[in-house]
Protein backbone atom coordinates (compact mmCIF):
# COMPACT_ATOMS: atom_id res chain seq x y z
CA UNK A 1 0.00 0.00 0.00
CA UNK A 2 3.01 2.42 0.87
CA UNK A 3 4.37 1.40 -2.49
CA UNK A 4 1.48 2.71 -4.44
CA UNK A 5 0.95 5.82 -2.33
CA UNK A 6 4.36 6.64 -3.59
CA UNK A 7 4.20 5.43 -6.80
CA UNK A 8 1.07 8.00 -7.29
CA UNK A 9 2.55 10.56 -5.66
CA UNK A 10 5.81 10.49 -7.84
CA UNK A 11 2.97 10.21 -11.00
CA UNK A 12 1.35 13.80 -9.99
CA UNK A 13 4.54 15.35 -8.70
CA UNK A 14 3.59 18.16 -10.93
CA UNK A 15 0.63 19.02 -8.38
CA UNK A 16 3.01 19.53 -5.71
CA UNK A 17 0.31 19.50 -3.14
CA UNK A 18 -1.80 16.49 -3.96
CA UNK A 19 1.67 14.26 -4.03
CA UNK A 20 3.12 15.58 -1.03
CA UNK A 21 -0.44 14.56 0.70
CA UNK A 22 -0.57 11.19 -0.82
CA UNK A 23 3.00 10.49 0.18
CA UNK A 24 2.15 10.81 3.62
CA UNK A 25 -0.94 8.60 3.86
CA UNK A 26 2.10 6.27 2.26
CA UNK A 27 4.47 7.16 5.17
CA UNK A 28 1.50 6.29 7.63
CA UNK A 29 -0.09 3.09 5.91
CA UNK A 30 2.19 0.95 8.68
CA UNK A 31 0.68 2.79 11.20
CA UNK A 32 -2.95 2.73 9.97
CA UNK A 33 -3.15 -0.81 9.27
CA UNK A 34 -1.83 -1.50 12.41
CA UNK A 35 -4.90 -0.06 13.99
CA UNK A 36 -7.25 -1.58 11.30
CA UNK A 37 -5.39 -5.41 12.17
CA UNK A 38 -6.04 -4.15 16.03
CA UNK A 39 -9.62 -3.33 15.53
CA UNK A 40 -10.54 -6.37 13.63
CA UNK A 41 -9.21 -8.92 15.85
CA UNK A 42 -9.55 -7.30 19.50
CA UNK A 43 -11.96 -4.55 19.30
CA UNK A 44 -11.69 -1.11 20.50
CA UNK A 45 -9.46 -2.15 23.55
CA UNK A 46 -6.63 -3.31 21.61
CA UNK A 47 -6.77 -0.08 19.45
CA UNK A 48 -6.57 2.00 22.99
CA UNK A 49 -4.07 -0.30 24.40
CA UNK A 50 -1.85 0.27 21.46
CA UNK A 51 -2.38 3.91 20.85
CA UNK A 52 -1.98 4.27 24.49
CA UNK A 53 1.83 3.89 24.22
CA UNK A 54 2.28 7.24 22.44
CA UNK A 55 1.32 9.08 25.69
CA UNK A 56 3.92 6.42 28.00
CA UNK A 57 5.97 9.23 29.01
CA UNK A 58 6.53 8.44 32.72
CA UNK A 59 10.21 6.84 31.81
CA UNK A 60 13.41 7.73 33.21
CA UNK A 61 15.03 10.73 31.57
CA UNK A 62 17.89 8.56 30.75
CA UNK A 63 16.22 6.82 27.99
CA UNK A 64 15.26 10.51 26.40
CA UNK A 65 18.62 11.42 26.72
CA UNK A 66 19.66 8.22 24.72
CA UNK A 67 16.83 8.43 22.55
CA UNK A 68 18.20 11.84 21.47
CA UNK A 69 22.05 11.65 21.66
CA UNK A 70 22.57 8.32 20.80
CA UNK A 71 22.67 8.84 16.90
CA UNK A 72 24.99 12.74 17.45
CA UNK A 73 27.31 10.23 19.82
CA UNK A 74 27.79 7.95 17.47
CA UNK A 75 28.76 10.29 14.36
CA UNK A 76 31.02 12.44 16.38
CA UNK A 77 32.90 9.30 17.71
CA UNK A 78 33.02 7.81 14.07
CA UNK A 79 34.35 11.69 13.22
CA UNK A 80 36.95 11.32 15.43
CA UNK A 81 38.24 7.47 14.08
CA UNK A 82 38.26 9.06 10.41
CA UNK A 83 40.49 11.59 11.87
CA UNK A 84 42.82 8.76 13.52
CA UNK A 85 42.44 6.49 10.39
CA UNK A 86 43.48 9.38 7.19
CA UNK A 87 44.16 12.40 9.45
CA UNK A 88 41.58 14.76 8.25
CA UNK A 89 38.37 15.50 9.69
CA UNK A 90 35.11 14.69 7.61
CA UNK A 91 32.92 17.44 6.58
CA UNK A 92 30.73 18.71 9.18
CA UNK A 93 26.74 19.37 8.67
CA UNK A 94 26.31 23.09 8.38
CA UNK A 95 22.63 23.43 9.59
CA UNK A 96 22.47 24.56 13.02
CA UNK A 97 22.13 22.21 15.98
CA UNK A 98 19.30 24.40 17.13
CA UNK A 99 17.74 24.00 14.37
CA UNK A 100 17.94 20.11 14.09
CA UNK A 101 16.84 19.76 17.38
CA UNK A 102 13.89 22.11 16.84
CA UNK A 103 13.25 19.69 14.08
CA UNK A 104 12.13 17.17 16.97
CA UNK A 105 9.03 18.48 17.97
CA UNK A 106 7.18 18.29 14.68
CA UNK A 107 9.17 14.97 13.27
CA UNK A 108 8.52 12.80 16.63
CA UNK A 109 5.14 12.80 15.70
CA UNK A 110 5.12 12.05 11.81
CA UNK A 111 7.09 8.75 13.59
CA UNK A 112 3.85 7.68 15.17
CA UNK A 113 2.88 6.74 11.27
CA UNK A 114 5.45 4.23 11.00
CA UNK A 115 5.92 3.06 14.89
CA UNK A 116 2.44 1.68 15.49
CA UNK A 117 3.43 -0.64 12.99
CA UNK A 118 6.89 -1.74 13.43
CA UNK A 119 7.17 -1.46 16.72
CA UNK A 120 3.66 -1.10 18.05
CA UNK A 121 2.31 -3.63 16.27
CA UNK A 122 4.74 -6.11 14.41
CA UNK A 123 7.75 -6.21 17.02
CA UNK A 124 5.68 -7.77 20.16
CA UNK A 125 4.16 -10.25 17.49
CA UNK A 126 7.24 -11.51 16.18
CA UNK A 127 9.21 -11.62 19.59
CA UNK A 128 6.75 -13.94 20.65
CA UNK A 129 8.07 -16.50 17.62
CA UNK A 130 11.56 -15.62 17.27
CA UNK A 131 12.67 -13.37 20.67
CA UNK A 132 13.10 -10.20 20.83
CA UNK A 133 16.45 -10.29 19.45
CA UNK A 134 16.23 -12.08 16.10
CA UNK A 135 12.68 -10.35 15.92
CA UNK A 136 14.55 -7.19 15.86
CA UNK A 137 16.91 -8.12 12.97
CA UNK A 138 14.14 -9.44 10.75
CA UNK A 139 11.89 -6.31 11.26
CA UNK A 140 14.95 -4.50 10.56
CA UNK A 141 14.89 -5.88 7.21
CA UNK A 142 11.34 -5.22 6.19
CA UNK A 143 11.76 -1.97 7.35
CA UNK A 144 14.77 -1.17 4.96
CA UNK A 145 12.74 -2.85 2.61
CA UNK A 146 9.99 -0.51 3.27
CA UNK A 147 11.91 2.47 2.22
CA UNK A 148 13.32 1.00 -1.18
CA UNK A 149 11.07 3.42 -3.40
CA UNK A 150 12.93 5.69 -2.09
CA UNK A 151 16.06 5.21 -4.03
CA UNK A 152 14.42 6.03 -7.24
CA UNK A 153 12.07 8.53 -6.25
CA UNK A 154 12.37 11.88 -7.81
CA UNK A 155 14.54 14.48 -6.08
CA UNK A 156 14.90 11.80 -3.29
CA UNK A 157 17.62 12.39 -0.92
CA UNK A 158 18.32 9.05 -1.07
CA UNK A 159 18.94 8.58 -4.92
CA UNK A 160 22.31 7.35 -5.97
CA UNK A 161 23.60 5.95 -2.03
CA UNK A 162 24.53 2.77 -0.96
CA UNK A 163 21.55 0.51 -0.64
CA UNK A 164 23.36 -2.66 1.35
CA UNK A 165 25.11 0.12 3.55
CA UNK A 166 21.52 1.75 3.93
CA UNK A 167 20.10 -1.80 4.38
CA UNK A 168 22.97 -2.71 7.39
CA UNK A 169 22.46 -0.32 8.95
CA UNK A 170 19.08 0.13 9.43
CA UNK A 171 19.18 -3.14 10.81
CA UNK A 172 21.69 -2.10 13.28
CA UNK A 173 19.25 0.53 14.11
CA UNK A 174 16.53 -1.68 14.28
CA UNK A 175 17.80 -3.39 16.89
CA UNK A 176 18.66 -0.82 18.85
CA UNK A 177 15.37 0.39 19.23
CA UNK A 178 14.11 -2.85 19.82
CA UNK A 179 16.15 -2.79 23.24
CA UNK A 180 14.56 0.80 23.77
CA UNK A 181 11.14 -0.37 23.43
CA UNK A 182 11.58 -3.25 25.63
CA UNK A 183 13.25 -1.04 28.79
CA UNK A 184 11.38 1.34 28.44
CA UNK A 185 8.08 -0.87 28.84
CA UNK A 186 6.79 -0.38 25.31
CA UNK A 187 6.72 3.12 25.06
CA UNK A 188 6.36 4.46 21.59
CA UNK A 189 6.59 8.40 22.17
CA UNK A 190 10.16 7.57 23.58
CA UNK A 191 10.62 5.18 20.01
CA UNK A 192 9.28 7.94 17.68
CA UNK A 193 11.73 10.59 19.59
CA UNK A 194 15.06 8.16 18.72
CA UNK A 195 13.49 7.64 15.18
CA UNK A 196 13.18 11.31 15.04
CA UNK A 197 16.82 11.85 16.00
CA UNK A 198 18.10 9.39 14.16
CA UNK A 199 16.50 11.19 11.07
CA UNK A 200 17.24 14.73 12.14
CA UNK A 201 20.79 14.54 13.87
CA UNK A 202 22.30 12.05 11.70
CA UNK A 203 23.92 15.02 9.44
CA UNK A 204 25.51 16.36 12.19
CA UNK A 205 28.29 14.74 10.30
CA UNK A 206 27.09 13.86 6.98
CA UNK A 207 28.57 10.30 5.68
CA UNK A 208 26.19 9.36 2.80
CA UNK A 209 27.56 10.16 -0.79
CA UNK A 210 25.86 10.57 -4.07
CA UNK A 211 26.98 7.83 -6.73
CA UNK A 212 26.10 7.30 -10.08
CA UNK A 213 22.60 5.78 -11.17
CA UNK A 214 24.29 2.43 -11.34
CA UNK A 215 25.75 2.28 -8.32
CA UNK A 216 23.23 1.60 -6.02
CA UNK A 217 25.09 -1.24 -3.99
CA UNK A 218 28.68 1.05 -3.79
CA UNK A 219 29.78 4.40 -3.28
CA UNK A 220 29.67 4.15 0.55
CA UNK A 221 32.00 6.56 2.31
CA UNK A 222 34.65 5.58 4.64
CA UNK A 223 32.68 7.73 7.34
CA UNK A 224 29.87 5.69 6.46
CA UNK A 225 31.86 2.39 6.61
CA UNK A 226 32.91 4.02 10.12
CA UNK A 227 29.39 4.46 11.28
CA UNK A 228 28.38 1.10 9.98
CA UNK A 229 30.61 -0.74 12.05
CA UNK A 230 30.18 1.38 15.06
CA UNK A 231 26.55 0.51 14.64
CA UNK A 232 26.68 -2.89 14.80
CA UNK A 233 29.19 -2.93 17.47
CA UNK A 234 26.22 -0.96 19.80
CA UNK A 235 23.72 -3.90 17.86
CA UNK A 236 25.74 -6.74 19.24
CA UNK A 237 25.69 -5.31 23.09
CA UNK A 238 22.12 -5.08 23.09
CA UNK A 239 21.06 -8.07 21.31
CA UNK A 240 23.25 -9.86 24.36
CA UNK A 241 20.93 -7.81 26.93
CA UNK A 242 18.11 -9.09 25.31
CA UNK A 243 18.76 -12.91 24.88
CA UNK A 244 16.33 -15.25 25.88
CA UNK A 245 13.46 -11.70 26.03
CA UNK A 246 9.95 -11.99 24.49
CA UNK A 247 7.57 -9.58 24.36
CA UNK A 248 4.63 -12.53 25.21
CA UNK A 249 3.01 -10.37 28.23
CA UNK A 250 2.67 -7.55 25.73
CA UNK A 251 -1.45 -8.17 25.35
CA UNK A 252 -2.68 -5.78 22.94
Known amino acids: MTWSCWALAAYLRGSPALSQAIFLIGVFTPGILAVAFTLRVEGEAGVRAILGRIAKWNVSWRFYAFAIAF ?3 LKLVAAALHRALTGSWPRFGD ?6 LAALLVSTWVQAGEEIGWRGYALPRMSRRLGLGAASVLLGLIWASWHLP ?11 Q ?4 YFAQVMAISVV ?3 LYWRTGRSLLVVMLFH ?10 PSAIKSPADSYFAGASLLGLISLSLLWISAAFFLYRMRGVALIDDAR
Open 162 to 165: SVAL
Open 150 to 160: LFFYPNSDMRG
Open 196 to 205: AAVNNLKDIV
Open 177 to 179: IAW
Open 71 to 73: MPF
Open 95 to 100: TPIVLM
